[in-house]
């Protein structure tokens, strides 16, 4: 396996942190978190490896997003 690059890991850091916040959201609205976490994720693929600027902009959005969606009185979330 490839070694990962600073920005790789927190982009990875950042999707387990998302998955750890759905176990603490209601049972019957784990699976819309997860799918809203995975489509964000997936929104961004198509950006450049090399693009730092908008890697780094995104990292601090989604950061910002999942200190939203962790407060308790979100219950559930649709797309």
Known sequence: MA???GLQ???LSLYRQCLRAVREKPVDARP???AF???EF???MS???KDFSAIEYIL???HRQLEIY???GIKNISR
């Open 32 to 34: 819309n978190f997860r």
């Open 60 to 62: 601090r959005r989604g």
């Open 47 to 49: 950006l450049s490896k």
């Open 9 to 11: 890991r927190d982009v």
């Open 42 to 44: 997936e929104k961004n």
């Open 3 to 5: 070694k990962l690059s």
């Open 37 to 39: 976490a995975r489509s």
């Open 70 to 72: 962790m407060d308790p």
